[in-house]
């Protein structure tokens, strides 16, 4: 009995064997020495994929600390996958931006998230890659978005709109002398979904007509990592593919109604190219992936930075005192003879230039939340830094928290919110010797915004945004928890699109108007270019 048990073991583990190396030979392509090294995973050739389900872009977060290398590879089915960590390699992934290429992801993921068919896959991928000259649907899409983002009127315009929109949804806190019971991530999504999305599409902005579409967007947005999947997404994200159809049949009526007409120079760049590229009648799908861009991450950014600003007294302290230099007051005679009342003016421009602390605060706070990844599709074989080789048809990841994260850059309390780290210290006075430059922050190692091709081109817009909702709301208001002292809510994981996570449970508070300014009406003021200030980027 003993000898046969043996001799059956044997057989099975030589069946397994077998099916071992043919499941090596046609889903898991041979490793080439000078490629990164491999990460071996539990469940074999479908590990890393269940990991990348359970924990979403954190995956990559999560084996980079257990395997501290500047590069490794995942072998899933097969694909490889090289995660870059190192700011050096990710610098260098960038300058090879012609065979280490972002637009195939455009080709895999159009179809899924938007819902398309051929048809509309025809026109962005013709001359996708650019080999026949600097145009087509994706690249002229993309120079127009650059445009209309860059500092300028064009985004001076846009801020001015997002900010007078959200005066007026902030009008009803303020109105209420005895405070406001609100779960505070609902209220800043509700807020953020709808000024922002009015900047962007102007008085016809279906997202005020019809503020159902806040919550469908949103739908859409939870569900959008099955959809990416594509295994029977009416059936495994039934709730999300019915919130992306009732979005884009109120965003087509926008565009039958011209709505770009009175709309940013954004979405007339956008419009701008579907007529060119024959795009018109699918213009409300497309219309999805700029939503995406301006919502899934500053609308939690805004969460957390309002949550740590008011956790801590000292940094509210400094933070709003501060921001008392760049307000400016005027009194005006109330109606029928009552008594004066003060307008208070938040100049945006000053308030970026010389707000450091507000500034610094705000990059720390994507410094420690955000967990993004830049992808690349190596389109051809690249030797890398002239060591690790990166074989064409397999993709990169260079996921920014363990960047962000690392000593080495950003010093041994790199793991600690310090919301001063960026503050910059007064320059050294010029004695004519030549300055040592080594303490110089590396090119590659703020990861926020993406970097190289793919630098996201809304920086600047969510910036000012960001940090005026921010000024505004501390300068105006308390705030604190309806229960307890302040606890930091942990964040929700398995998110794939956004890449600063909302809050895994939201958190109930009491906002009431500051202590003696009842009567302190607050404005905002436009004072030369908005956009002109300095922003970290990768």
């Known amino acids: 009995m003993e000898g046969g048990s043996v001799g059956i073991i044997?057989?099975?583990?030589?069946?397994?064997?077998?099916?071992?190396?043919?499941?090596?030979?046609?889903?898991?392509?041979?490793?080439?020495?000078?490629?990164?090294?491999?990460?071996?995973?539990?469940v074999p050739y479908v590990g890393h994929l269940i990991g990348l389900l359970q924990f979403g872009l954190r995956y990559f977060e999560i084996l980079g600390a257990k395997h501290p290398l500047p590069i490794f590879t995942l072998q899933t089915l097969g694909k490889k996958v090289y995660v870059v960590t190192s700011p050096d390699l990710i610098q260098a992934v960038q300058k090879h931006a012609r065979v280490l290429t972002f637009n195939p992801f455009v080709s895999f993921m159009s179809p899924r998230i938007f819902g398309v068919g051929k048809e509309v896959m025809a026109i962005i991928n013709d001359n996708i890659d650019g080999e026949r000259g600097n145009w087509g649907y994706l690249s002229e899409t993309a120079t127009g978005m650059h445009k209309a983002l860059a500092p300028s009127e064009s985004l001076d315009r846009m801020t001015r709109t997002m900010l007078d929109k959200l005066m007026d949804l902030v009008?009803?806190?303020?109105?209420?002398?005895?405070?406001?019971?609100?779960?505070?991530?609902?209220?800043?999504?509700?807020?953020?979904?709808?000024?922002s999305t009015e900047a962007v599409y102007g008085p016809k902005n279906p997202f005020n007509h019809q503020p159902e579409l806040e919550d469908a967007f949103w739908d859409f947005e939870s569900e959008i990592t099955m959809i990416l999947l594509g295994v029977a997404p009416s059936i495994t994200a039934r709730k999300g593919c019915q919130a992306r159809k009732k979005v884009t049949h109120a965003l087509g009526k926008y565009f039958d109604d011209d709505g770009p007409d009175t709309g940013s120079n954004l979405i007339k760049a956008r419009w701008k190219s579907h007529h060119e590229y024959g795009a018109v009648q699918h213009a409300a799908v497309f219309e999805l992936g700029d939503l995406i861009g301006i919502l899934v991450n500053a609308t939690p950014t805004l969460f957390w930075m309002l949550v740590h600003i008011f956790s801590r007294?000292?940094?509210?302290?400094?933070?709003?005192?501060?921001?008392?230099?760049?307000?400016?007051?005027?009194?005006?005679?109330?109606?029928?003879?009552?008594?004066?009342?003060?307008h208070n003016i938040i100049v945006v421009s000053k308030l970026l230039d010389h707000c450091p602390l507000l500034l610094s605060f705000y990059q720390e706070t994507l410094r420690?939340?955000?967990?993004?990844?830049?992808?690349?599709?190596?389109?051809?074989?690249?030797?890398?830094?002239?060591?690790?080789?990166?074989?064409?048809?397999?993709?990169?990841?260079?996921?920014?928290?363990?960047?962000?994260?690392?000593?080495?850059?950003?010093?041994?309390?790199?793991?600690?919110?310090?919301?001063?780290?960026?503050?910059?210290?007064?320059?050294?006075?010029?004695d004519g010797r030549k300055k040592d430059r080594a303490s110089k922050q590396h090119p590659a190692s703020f990861r926020s915004f993406g970097g190289g091709a793919t630098l996201c081109p809304g920086r600047h817009f969510a910036t000012a945004e960001l940090c005026a909702a921010t000024a505004m709301f501390v300068m105006q208001f308390d705030m604190q928890p309806v229960e307890g002292p302040w606890r930091i809510p942990e964040w929700?994981?398995?998110?794939?699109?956004?890449?600063?996570?909302?809050?895994?449970?939201?958190?109930?508070?009491?906002?009431?108007?500051?202590?003696?300014?009842?009567?302190?009406?607050?404005?905002?003021?436009?004072?030369?270019?908005?956009?002109?200030?300095?922003?970290?980027?990768?």
């Open 492 to 538: 929700a994981h398995g998110k794939v699109i956004s890449t600063v996570p909302p809050p895994a449970r939201d958190v109930r508070v009491r906002v009431l108007r500051r202590e003696g300014e009842e009567d302190v009406e607050w404005k905002f003021g436009f004072e030369g270019e908005i956009g002109k200030f300095e922003v970290l980027s990768g």
């Open 171 to 195: 009008a009803p806190l303020a109105a209420r002398k005895d405070g406001t019971e609100l779960d505070l991530y609902k209220w800043v999504r509700t807020t953020f979904t709808v000024a």
């Open 10 to 42: 044997a057989i099975i583990a030589t069946i397994l064997a077998v099916i071992v190396t043919a499941f090596n030979h046609f889903l898991g392509p041979a490793h080439d020495p000078k490629e990164p090294p491999v990460i071996p995973q539990k």
């Open 368 to 430: 420690v939340l955000t967990h993004n990844t830049s992808s690349r599709w190596v389109t051809k074989d690249t030797l890398l830094a002239d060591r690790y080789l990166l074989k064409a048809g397999n993709v990169i990841q260079m996921p920014g928290y363990p960047v962000h994260m690392m000593p080495s850059v950003y010093g041994a309390d790199a793991r600690i919110f310090k919301p001063d780290r960026f503050m910059k210290p007064p320059p050294p006075p010029d």
């Open 313 to 342: 007294p000292d940094l509210l302290a400094g933070i709003r005192t501060e921001i008392s230099g760049v307000v400016e007051a005027a009194e005006t005679t109330a109606p029928a003879g009552g008594t004066k009342r003060t």
